[in-house]
């Protein structure tokens, strides 16, 4: 395949930079399929001059019209499923299967949420004997979205679509692992009817990242990224008095209770920390299993991951794709080696993978880590990788006390047949979204984000909306 030139799309057009060129690298070979151009400082600015004129355009009209460019988006999407879905596998490494029947349509559902909401958002109402007041929700101008690599369509989707709806202008800075799919996505909303310089696209790392920061027409910026660079991006983002959302890592807690759905819990487990070969922010990494059913549970555990298919994401059979980069392969396989190092068994996995059908890419064995104790930097660190800790427990109180004892509160889960335990539970964990039965799902109606260092703001619902906007309340005497 010919190697592409990748270019910031700025105002519906793809423009070239006079800085140096970096490489892409497909994940699951390791073979460079694209070249980047970085955008310049003066790129991003003529982008946000762009951005301003078409927001003031866009804001005047009315939600609904809004709306039906938004639903347009989302059918676009839909239409294009499969080319979107191989790209992103070109970008990630991550398996197809995943992202035609996940991350494609789950952008297309945030669009279609946001259209509804485009159309129905509204301010409040109020009277006094002699004035009369209401709200307004005004939206904040130019914002900018700077992405993780792992959900690259997802996040730009998730992050575009509320911005839009409330009448924003969007820039995207997709991470520079994966700048594949942004120029897609730019392409298809295009052609949905959005007007140019609503959605554009400036590649780049951290440097280009830091100008967006520092950028005084850009007023929101929301982050999906690491612990470390939330706090720089903040920092940053001072100066100008930005507004920030922050969706950054975990070390979500998963507490198998023995009264639970066995066959259920153990699958649960095995999706909280395998799929998309563990690079989910929100995966369930630490499992904590009641003392009555652990052995039986981690011999159930190994025999179905001893048997899970690494290779070729394209092929419908692969069920571990690849990780991002031989960096992080090898700050995995580091983790893995740690552990082993301060006292943890590895049950299954542990190494390096090399698939047949998939030669020269960044692959790992799924693992699981037995024997583990609270202070390990394995129960401690995120991984990022397709990395479960096994804990055990003896009793609720204990499990809820060393599940909350991190500074992380993304996700937490539950696996129990007793209701009140369930609710009793939802309240005592500490994390922004919690699930019963069930992980990672994430439907566009429900808010995703988290407390403590996991960051702040959230993703999805009336809320993301509510950050992308400002309130304005006006009184009139009557
Ligand atoms: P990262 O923090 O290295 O990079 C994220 C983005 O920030 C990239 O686009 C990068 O170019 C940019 N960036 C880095 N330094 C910057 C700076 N100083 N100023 C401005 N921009 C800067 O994260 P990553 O390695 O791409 O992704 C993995 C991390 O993302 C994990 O920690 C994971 O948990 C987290 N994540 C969180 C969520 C969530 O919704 N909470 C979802 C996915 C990933």
Same mark, same amino acid.
């Given at each position: 395949?010919?190697?592409?030139?990748?270019? !910031? &799309?700025? *105002?519906?057009?793809?423009?070239?930079?006079?800085?140096?060129?970096?490489?892409?690298?497909y994940p699951a070979t390791?073979?460079?399929i694209?070249?980047?151009?970085?955008?310049?400082?003066?790129?991003?600015?003529?982008?946000?001059?762009?951005?301003? @004129?078409?927001?003031?355009?866009?804001?005047?009209?009315?939600? *609904?019209?809004?709306?039906?460019?938004?639903?347009?988006?989302?059918?676009?999407?839909?239409?294009?499923n499969e080319a979107l879905s191989a790209l992103e596998v070109r970008d990630v490494g991550k398996l197809y299967s995943e992202a035609v029947?996940a991350d494609v349509?789950?952008?297309?559902?945030?669009?279609?949420?946001?259209?509804?909401? +485009?159309?129905?958002?509204?301010?409040?109402?109020?009277?006094?004997?002699?004035?009369?007041?209401?709200?307004?929700?005004?939206?904040?101008?130019?914002?900018?979205?700077?992405? +993780?690599? %792992?959900y690259p369509v997802?996040?730009?989707?998730?992050?575009?679509?509320?911005?839009?709806?409330?009448?924003?202008?969007?820039? /995207?800075?997709?991470?520079?692992?994966t700048?594949l799919t942004?120029?897609?996505?730019?392409?298809?909303?295009?052609?949905?009817?959005?007007?140019?310089?609503?959605?554009? &696209?400036?590649?780049?790392? *951290?440097?280009?990242?830091?100008?967006?920061?520092? *950028?005084?027409?850009?007023?929101?910026?929301?982050?999906?990224?690491?612990?470390?660079?939330?706090?720089?991006?903040?920092? @940053?983002?001072?100066?100008?008095?930005?507004?920030?959302?922050?969706?950054?890592?975990?070390?979500?807690?998963?507490?198998?209770?023995?009264?639970?759905?066995?066959?259920?819990?153990?699958?649960?487990?095995?999706?909280?920390?395998?799929?998309t070969a563990?690079?989910?922010?929100? %995966?369930?990494?630490?499992?904590?299993? @009641?003392? !009555?059913?652990?052995?039986?549970?981690?011999?159930?555990?190994?025999?179905?991951?001893?048997?899970?298919?690494?290779g070729d994401p394209m092929q419908p059979?692969t069920?571990?794709g690849a990780?991002i980069?031989?960096?992080?392969?090898? %700050?995995?396989?580091?983790?893995?080696?740690?552990?082993?190092?301060?006292? +943890?068994?590895?049950?299954?996995?542990?190494?390096?993978?090399?698939?047949?059908?998939s030669?020269?890419g960044?692959?790992?064995?799924?693992?699981?880590?037995?024997?583990?104790?609270?202070?390990?930097?394995?129960?401690?660190?995120?991984?990022?990788?397709?990395?479960?800790?096994?804990?055990?427990?003896?009793?609720?109180?204990? +499990?809820?006390?060393?599940?909350?004892?991190?500074?992380?509160?993304?996700?937490?889960?539950?696996?129990?047949?007793?209701?009140?335990?369930?609710?009793?539970?939802?309240?005592?964990?500490?994390?922004?979204?919690?699930?019963?039965?069930?992980?990672?799902?994430?439907?566009?109606?429900?808010?995703?984000?988290?407390?403590?260092?996991?960051?702040?703001?959230?993703?999805? !619902?009336?809320?993301?909306?509510?950050?992308?906007?400002?309130?304005?309340?006006?009184?009139?005497? /009557?």
């Amino acid at each position: 395949m010919p190697v592409k030139t990748i270019r !910031s &799309v700025i *105002h519906g057009q793809e423009v070239a930079s006079p800085l140096p060129v970096f490489d892409k690298i497909y994940p699951a070979t390791g073979e460079v399929i694209a070249k980047v151009e970085p955008a310049s400082p003066q790129m991003l600015d003529e982008a946000v001059e762009y951005a301003r @004129q078409a927001q003031k355009k866009w804001a005047a009209l009315a939600g *609904h019209e809004r709306g039906r460019i938004l639903q347009n988006i989302a059918q676009t999407l839909r239409d294009h499923n499969e080319a979107l879905s191989a790209l992103e596998v070109r970008d990630v490494g991550k398996l197809y299967s995943e992202a035609v029947s996940a991350d494609v349509p789950s952008g297309a559902e945030a669009f279609e949420f946001f259209a509804a909401l +485009a159309a129905t958002y509204h301010g409040t109402s109020h009277k006094w004997s002699d004035a009369i007041g209401y709200t307004m929700r005004v939206p904040l101008g130019v914002c900018a979205g700077i992405g +993780a690599w %792992n959900y690259p369509v997802q996040v730009a989707c998730w992050k575009a679509a509320p911005a839009l709806a409330a009448g924003n202008a969007f820039i /995207l800075k997709p991470s520079e692992e994966t700048p594949l799919t942004a120029n897609m996505l730019a392409d298809l909303f295009k052609i949905a009817g959005l007007p140019d310089g609503l959605f554009q &696209v400036i590649h780049g790392d *951290h440097h280009i990242g830091q100008a967006i920061c520092a *950028h005084r027409d850009i007023a929101k910026i929301s982050l999906t990224g690491g612990v470390d660079t939330g706090k720089l991006i903040l920092a @940053q983002s001072a100066q100008t008095l930005k507004k920030v959302t922050l969706e950054l890592g975990g070390k979500a807690p998963l507490l198998v209770f023995e009264d639970c759905d066995f066959d259920l819990a153990v699958q649960t487990a095995l999706d909280a920390n395998f799929y998309t070969a563990g690079e989910v922010c929100s %995966n369930a990494t630490r499992v904590f299993v @009641q003392d !009555s059913i652990a052995e039986r549970f981690i011999d159930a555990m190994r025999e179905k991951t001893k048997n899970l298919v690494i290779g070729d994401p394209m092929q419908p059979k692969t069920q571990i794709g690849a990780l991002i980069s031989d960096r992080h392969l090898q %700050n995995v396989l580091g983790h893995i080696r740690k552990a082993e190092a301060q006292g +943890a068994h590895i049950l299954t996995g542990g190494k390096q993978a090399f698939p047949q059908d998939s030669q020269g890419g960044f692959f790992i064995e799924p693992t699981i880590l037995t024997g583990c104790h609270d202070e390990m930097d394995c129960v401690r660190e995120e991984i990022f990788g397709p990395v479960m800790s096994v804990l055990t427990f003896a009793s609720e109180e204990e +499990a809820v006390s060393r599940a909350n004892n991190m500074p992380f509160g993304l996700g937490a889960g539950i696996m129990t047949r007793d209701i009140s335990r369930a609710h009793r539970l939802a309240d005592a964990l500490e994390a922004g979204n919690i699930w019963v039965n069930s992980y990672n799902l994430i439907p566009p109606g429900l808010p995703f984000g988290g407390s403590k260092q996991s960051g702040f703001g959230r993703e999805g !619902s009336i809320y993301a909306l509510e950050a992308y906007t400002e309130v304005k309340a006006v009184y009139i005497q /009557l």
